[in-house]
């Protein structure tokens, strides 16, 4: 779309949590897949505050990104 490149540093975890068990290692797991549906990712955002509004602005945008399954 006539970006600039831009090279990923991904840090998993929270920067506020207070030990191991707050925070994560890795997105393993915690990830959607390409082929949801609507009602398992309502599931999945919901219960996080996102609105249906945030999760169609989410997964637009990564309709016009890239998805790495790796």
Do not use: Q, W
């Not at 506020?16 to 890795?26: C, G, I, K, L």
């Amino acid at each position: 779309m006539g970006g600039p490149s831009i090279t990923p540093i991904m840090k998993f975890g929270r920067i506020d949590a207070v030990n191991a068990e707050e925070s994560v290692a890795t997105a393993k797991g915690r990830l959607i897949l390409g082929e949801e549906d609507s009602k398992r990712l309502k599931l999945i955002y919901h219960p996080k505050g996102f609105t249906d509004r945030d999760i169609v602005a989410l997964t637009g945008a990564h309709t016009v990104g890239r998805c790495d399954l790796e």
